[in-house]
């Protein structure tokens, strides 16, 4: 892998393999009785949210303290930034904290890669979401959740699988980070959504585009549902919010007309009711639950690959025997 995490697009074949095989190791320690590793221990991973979040903030801060990495939480509100102090004052502050690892989420598209990118720390920087660009530890989560369910038994991975990504396209950082990496991965994405929330520029997306629902979903492997983000709407994107359930969430009638093996996705927080209702999120084809563990192994497998240092050519193995200790 690189030296950084900031786009799904960032990551070859080999490279988003490469995760997912070490986060499948690395799932295992969620069923032990002593679930940490050494692998970073002296090292300081930094967790700097700029915007509210709960699973992302909470997982990457699980799956450093798993390593044994030092944990350093920044919120922007209750800090300096509150005073108006800038990225750049907050970067060099960790930078001379001595931070080997800085998670980024933050409100506006890009930051991360111009905390990268800027000379401000030498540290790796991982993007947790930036504006409505990209989300790609999410995307590897998915993919992970993906390849458990429906991979090959061959290795052969997710092609050719079907993945419908349905809701609020044109906010969902989700979405776009999925889109880019579950096409490399060779699976077959189509994005469903009413014309207003479909982002500008989309046919040069690696997908398929409907705004027909019913018509997608017997087709599909997998359906991933997102939230409606109003918080950066304006109003006038759909009639109302129970117009936009009855065209585009996904309810037991809807669920129904999936193939048996198929499975449903959500990268929270779920609106119940708005774009799937309780009886989806918790029904046996859900997964939802399951996406949040796989989080904290996936991103293990990215802090591990970017701070150990380790050579994976190797075939030893990363975690210790059952007997020996952790």
Known sequence: MKRHLLSAADLTRDDAELVLRTAA??????????????????RTVVNLFFEDSTRTRISFEAAAKRLSADVINFAAKGSSVSKGESLKDTALTLEAMGADAVVVRHGASG????LAHSGWVRSSV??????????????????????????????????????????????????????LLLQTLGAEVTLVAPPTLMPVGVGSWP??????????????????????????????????PREYSRRYGLDGRRMATLQDHAIVMHPGPMVR??????????????????????????????????????????????????????
């Open 126 to 179: 991982v993007n947790a979401g930036d504006g409505t660009h990209e989300h790609p530890t999410q995307a590897l989560l998915d993919a992970f959740t993906l390849t458990r369910h429906l991979g090959a038994a061959d290795g052969g991975g997710l092609d050719g699988r079907r993945v419908a990504i349905v809701g609020d396209v044109l906010h969902s950082r989700v979405a776009r980070s999925n889109a």
């Open 25 to 42: 190791e690395l799932r295992s320690l969620a069923d032990r009785p002593i679930k940490k590793l050494p692998a970073l221990r002296g």
């Open 273 to 326: 009711g708005m774009e799937i209702t309780a009886d989806v999120a918790d029904s046996p084809r859900s997964v939802i639950v399951e996406q949040v563990t796989n989080g904290v192994a996936v991103r293990m497998a990215v802090l591990y690959l970017l701070l150990s240092g380790a050579d994976l050519s190797a075939d030893a193995p990363l975690l210790p025997t059952e007997s020996a200790p952790a």
């Open 111 to 114: 930051a991360p890669h111009r």
């Open 207 to 240: 997908v398929e585009t409907s705004y027909d629902l019913d018509a997608v979903l017997p087709k599909a492997d997998a359906v991933m549902m997102l939230r409606v983000q109003r918080e950066r709407m304006s109003g006038g994107f759909f009639p109302t």
